[in-house]
């Protein structure tokens, strides 16, 4: 990879990213109902942090230089706390299909503040890529099936999750706004530590309620593969990914997240998804390529 531009390291981050996140999907609603979210999302910070601290500590990363203005950390441990918190209290009463398609809005809307916050510019081309990939994972997350699609009605689990997809988006371009040069390791740590202190406090009753001991096997598994997988792992990819690329770049690998999930239910030893649902799947890959190839085109030499 030592050929590669920032920008292309940049889309295989994300295409890494999109990948484990599906696949927390899975896990995700075979433990919601097991442990409240508070806890859940508490534990799983708190493990990725002392996983993120021990590679910073192995790279020799840190610098006390790193850690002025610590509010950045606040700022971005609240938008990470608030997105994870509000889905897993959204997802107790919001149908998964209905969340997925909300989660789909997270790009425009990335997008929208990515303008507000760097007066970054959605180009025509990115605006087309955009599109084609909400077509795409619209068409995989309701199975190609229309009439599920018209029957789609917004609930409340569905707003509660919307608020939470508005703070993913606002993190994205934020993330490039207050970074100062801090590596992304360093940066992440510095946010999980910050995200950590603020889910304890909010949730400190449910976390002293929770019968940990107890709890069952599949929670524990879900725990560290949220921890590690979709949390320590994909917070470095996506601190890399947005400090080289425009959010709403970033934001569009979203659209591959259902194609993921097929992915992961293939693995599982689930049937295989019908052509139909392959169409949505072919024109999120079209899309991506749209995003790829722009970045992918050699500079011009200056005149």
């Given at each position: 990879m030592g050929g590669l531009t920032p920008a292309l390291r940049g889309h295989i981050a994300m295409l890494l990213f999109s990948a484990l996140v599906a696949g927390s999907f899975s896990l995700g609603v075979m433990v919601a109902n097991e442990i409240a979210?508070?806890?859940?999302?508490?534990?799983?910070?708190?493990?990725?942090?002392?996983l993120i601290g021990a590679v910073a500590l192995g790279t020799r990363k840190f610098r006390a230089s790193h850690f002025r203005a610590p509010w950045r950390f606040l700022v971005l441990g609240g938008l990470f706390a608030a997105y994870f918190v509000l889905?897993?209290?959204?997802?107790?009463?919001?149908?998964?299909?209905?969340?997925?398609?909300?989660?789909?809005?997270?790009?425009?809307?990335?997008?929208?503040?990515?303008?507000i916050l760097l007066r970054q510019v959605t180009t025509p081309r990115m605006a087309l890529a955009l599109a084609i990939g909400a077509t795409g994972a619209l068409w995989v997350i309701f199975r190609a099936d229309w009439s599920a699609f018209t029957a789609f009605e917004i609930g409340q689990g569905e707003?509660?999750?919307?608020?939470?997809?508005?703070?993913?988006?606002?993190?994205?371009?934020?993330?490039?706004?207050?970074?100062?040069?801090?590596p992304a390791v360093v940066f992440t740590f510095g946010m999980l530590i910050a995200g950590g202190v603020i889910l304890t406090v909010f949730g400190w009753n449910d976390i002293r309620s929770t019968d940990w001991l107890n709890l069952p096997g599949i929670v524990w598994i879900g725990l560290f593969y949220l921890a590690i997988f979709a949390s320590a792992t994909t917070f470095v990819l996506l601190q890399y990914a947005t400090l080289h690329l425009p959010s709403a770049k970033v934001m569009a690998y979203t659209y591959l997240t259902p194609s993921w999930v097929i992915v992961w239910e293939i693995a599982l030893g689930r049937p295989v998804p019908s052509g139909l649902l392959l169409v949505g799947i072919a024109l999120t890959v079209i899309a991506l390529v749209l995003l790829l190839e722009n970045d992918a085109k050699p500079a011009r030499a200056p005149t």
């Amino acid at each position: 990879m030592g050929g590669l531009t920032p920008a292309l390291r940049g889309h295989i981050a994300m295409l890494l990213f999109s990948a484990l996140v599906a696949g927390s999907f899975s896990l995700g609603v075979m433990v919601a109902n097991e442990i409240a979210p508070a806890a859940l999302n508490a534990a799983r910070f708190a493990l990725a942090a002392v996983l993120i601290g021990a590679v910073a500590l192995g790279t020799r990363k840190f610098r006390a230089s790193h850690f002025r203005a610590p509010w950045r950390f606040l700022v971005l441990g609240g938008l990470f706390a608030a997105y994870f918190v509000l889905m897993f209290y959204g997802l107790k009463t919001a149908d998964p299909v209905s969340a997925s398609a909300v989660f789909t809005l997270t790009p425009v809307m990335s997008g929208v503040f990515g303008w507000i916050l760097l007066r970054q510019v959605t180009t025509p081309r990115m605006a087309l890529a955009l599109a084609i990939g909400a077509t795409g994972a619209l068409w995989v997350i309701f199975r190609a099936d229309w009439s599920a699609f018209t029957a789609f009605e917004i609930g409340q689990g569905e707003m509660i999750y919307f608020i939470g997809c508005v703070s993913h988006a606002i993190y994205t371009p934020m993330v490039r706004k207050l970074n100062r040069g801090e590596p992304a390791v360093v940066f992440t740590f510095g946010m999980l530590i910050a995200g950590g202190v603020i889910l304890t406090v909010f949730g400190w009753n449910d976390i002293r309620s929770t019968d940990w001991l107890n709890l069952p096997g599949i929670v524990w598994i879900g725990l560290f593969y949220l921890a590690i997988f979709a949390s320590a792992t994909t917070f470095v990819l996506l601190q890399y990914a947005t400090l080289h690329l425009p959010s709403a770049k970033v934001m569009a690998y979203t659209y591959l997240t259902p194609s993921w999930v097929i992915v992961w239910e293939i693995a599982l030893g689930r049937p295989v998804p019908s052509g139909l649902l392959l169409v949505g799947i072919a024109l999120t890959v079209i899309a991506l390529v749209l995003l790829l190839e722009n970045d992918a085109k050699p500079a011009r030499a200056p005149t």
